[in-house]
Nanobody
Framework: GQLVESGGGLVQSGGSLRLSCAASGFTFSAYDMSWYRQAPGKERELVARIDNHGGYTNYADSVKGRFTVSRDNAKNRVYLQMNSLKPEDTAVYSC?????????????WGQGTQVTVSS
């Protein structure tokens, strides 16, 4: 399986970006999808998660009300709409696909896309 992110870039504080993650090589609709980010010198943190049907989402407190995760199972894509961006949102954003079968986890990771928010 493979995940490929796109949509990152440089944006001014208060601006918006939409990240996209394209999946291939596995049954996308069976997997919960998440966005993670990692800033220089910091640990990777979970930003947003959406279940396989798209009926359940959860967010890090730091992005609630500003970011929205969504998915299109017909297109094998997951999205992260980021509004009201802040300099502290600057990080490499990666998507993750997760499935647990009989307690055995199966994960796929993308290579990440850089998001830089200037003040």
């Amino acid at each position: 399986g493979q995940l490929v992110e796109s949509g990152g870039g440089l944006v001014q504080s208060g601006g918006s970006l939409r990240l996209s993650c394209a999946a291939s090589g596995f049954t996308f609709s069976a997997y919960d999808m998440s966005w993670y980010r990692q800033a220089p010198g910091k640990e990777r943190e979970l930003v947003a998660r959406i279940d396989n049907h798209g009926g359940y989402t959860n967010y890090a407190d730091s992005v609630k009300g500003r970011f929205t995760v969504s998915r299109d199972n017909a297109k094998n894509r997951v999205y992260l709409q980021m509004n009201s961006l802040k300099p502290e949102d600057t990080a490499v954003y990666s998507c993750n696909a997760h499935l647990s079968v009989w307690g055995i986890p199966r994960d796929y990771w993308g290579q990440g896309t850089q998001v830089t928010v200037s003040s």
